[in-house]
């Protein structure tokens, strides 16, 4: 089941947008996410999908875009 | 900790020259609203051409040691803090130490940028025991490590200095507070985040940098809390590395307490890496006293983090 809808959920909540952003499009490059909405995503998806990220997997790369969000997900629920 | 240590006094040093956002903009190509607003910064010192790290310290254990009444002498171990010092050895330690009047007692550097006033007041906390009073000195000379090629970094910082003397006793004179309890970490997995090399300018991964603080120092203060059982809420002040003023807003968004019991000074004197705590420090005791529980807490390269519980001493 996509986690694209939780993602999108998530991404609302903490940038100050009003579209979707595309699977693919940088979140950072388009300032939809900056050094300070970054860190209230990360506990977002933590509260929203109900899992813990480890301090090791805090890094900017894995959330940059909708698609490697969902990628990085599904390798904490497998 | 190994026994009784007291806060007895801080001091503070900031350069006299002032740098506002208008002039970073000619300087960066970023306007002063944006820098103002992605900072919270609206100015900084920078330090004369001609003062060394060790100037601006000598400048903070002066003042630190004329609030504490305690004469030079009576020091038993200097701990300089700066990850901007101008060369590799000697250090400033050993140089404030000439300045202040020592030919033996022991001056020890502490390479750390922005942690290192909380690192050497936790290891000041310990080695009171052994040395009675530990002069703890953070200063640093940001300005000479920055590029205006990374405008992101050059915008952050400041230069100054702060102090701290940490004694066995109580003194003579009523000390500021009691410490508690204290608690450090480093994580070495992320040590690229912020670096600065021989002879280079500072390089940070802004993101990755606030990501792991943002995660570790509320986790830090919560713990030394909860080990303390002191209540967020009950806490008096929290004093912080002033990295950055969002920065401060999230931590206290995490520990669900008012961003106002953060005590913030980076919009008039922006980041002085380790020096900013004491400064800090220093800046909050001039019209406060510690009438409840205090942390202070600290994040920066290495990774290297922490927190320290101070409170009021038992009459």
Redesign the interface.
Known sequence: MSKQPGILKVIHSVADITHDPAEDESL?ATGTLD??T???L?NGLEQEFAVTIP??D???ERFDTRRKIEQYLDTLVQ | MSGAAYLRAFGSYLPEQFVDNAALAVRTGRTAETIEKTTGISERRYAAPVQSVADLGLAAAQDCLARAHVDASAVGLILFASGSSERCFPGPAATLAARLGFTATPAIDLPIASAGSLIGMALAADLVARYGNVLVVAAEIMSRRITDSDPDTAILFGDGAGACLISRDSGPAPAIAHIADLALYT?G?FAESLTLAHGGTLAM????V???A???VPRAIADLLAKNNVAAEDVQVFLMHQANR??LA?IAKELKVPEDRFFSNIASFGNTSSASLLIAASQWSDSASVTGPVVFAAFGAGLQWGALLAVPVAS
Do not use: Y
């Open positions: 950072f050094s300070f970054l860190p209230d990360v301090d090791s805090l890094v900017p | 994580d997995n991964r802004g993101l990755e606030i990501m792991q943002a995660r570790k969002n920065l999230k």
